[in-house]
């Protein structure tokens, strides 16, 4: 893995979102669109990971589109990813998109060392993901979730039901207490993912 730093390093904030190649190219946009809709200064750390399906993955799942399966590297990133968070001065925050965004949720299921979440056209029909929800709680304070209103109107049937988790995920988050915000955006899956991004960074950071 490897890291890409933006921002302000002395900032008391910190953003860390796992990206990929496809990501990078864009990041240096969701961080000005960042700093449009918040005053609040930010350090956004970028984790690169090298295997999406397998570094982002909490458990393995079979594959849903094209033949590349889901790996069960989540906890690795996760250890990685938790050494960029020693200083207790600072509130950490993690984020992403598609895949990254439901690592991101994951992630605030193992650990109380995020402040909240922004968890943007999150991979919420992952098998099993729901129902890991409904059995265990979160550690922070402020979920973010967002889709596109056209992302369920997929032809592939694990894809289709997106729509449905992350009305449930949002259901079961606020029936726990935790400040979430749904967001739908116009679009498919594909369109935006800085922008998406960023608003969900900047919720949770303007403490909603």
């Not at 295997?51 to 993955?57: A, K, P, Q």
């Not at 990133?77 to 949720?105: M, P, Q, W």
């Not at 056209?150 to 606020?174: Q, W």
């Not at 993912?193 to 919720?203: E, M």
């Amino acid at each position: 893995m490897t890291y890409h730093y933006y921002g302000d390093k002395n900032a008391d904030i910190v953003l860390i979102q796992p990206v990929g190649d496809h990501d990078l190219p864009e990041i240096e946009n969701e961080v000005a669109e960042i700093k449009k809709l918040t005053s609040v200064d930010f350090q956004l750390i970028a984790v690169k990971v090298e295997d999406w399906n397998d570094e982002l993955s909490p458990w393995n799942a079979p594959a849903v589109f094209g033949n590349e399966g889901f790996g069960n590297g989540a906890e690795d990133t996760l250890a990685e990813i938790l050494t960029l968070c020693s200083d207790k001065s600072k509130n950490y925050y993690i984020g992403g998109y598609s895949l990254a965004g439901l690592f991101a949720l994951w992630a605030a299921f193992q650990t109380e060392k995020f402040s909240g979440v922004a968890a943007a056209s999150p991979s919420v029909w992952f098998p099993d993901f729901v129902g890991y929800m409904k059995e265990n709680k979160i550690k922070c304070d402020a979920v973010y979730l967002s889709l596109g209103d056209k992302e369920e109107r997929t032809k592939n049937a694990v894809m289709s039901k997106v729509g449905d988790c992350i009305r449930e995920s949002y259901d079961l988050l606020t029936g726990q207490g935790i400040e979430c915000a749904l967001e739908w955006n116009k679009g498919g899956h594909f369109k935006g993912p800085a922008l998406r991004t960023a608003k969900g960074f900047a919720w949770v950071m303007n403490g909603r």
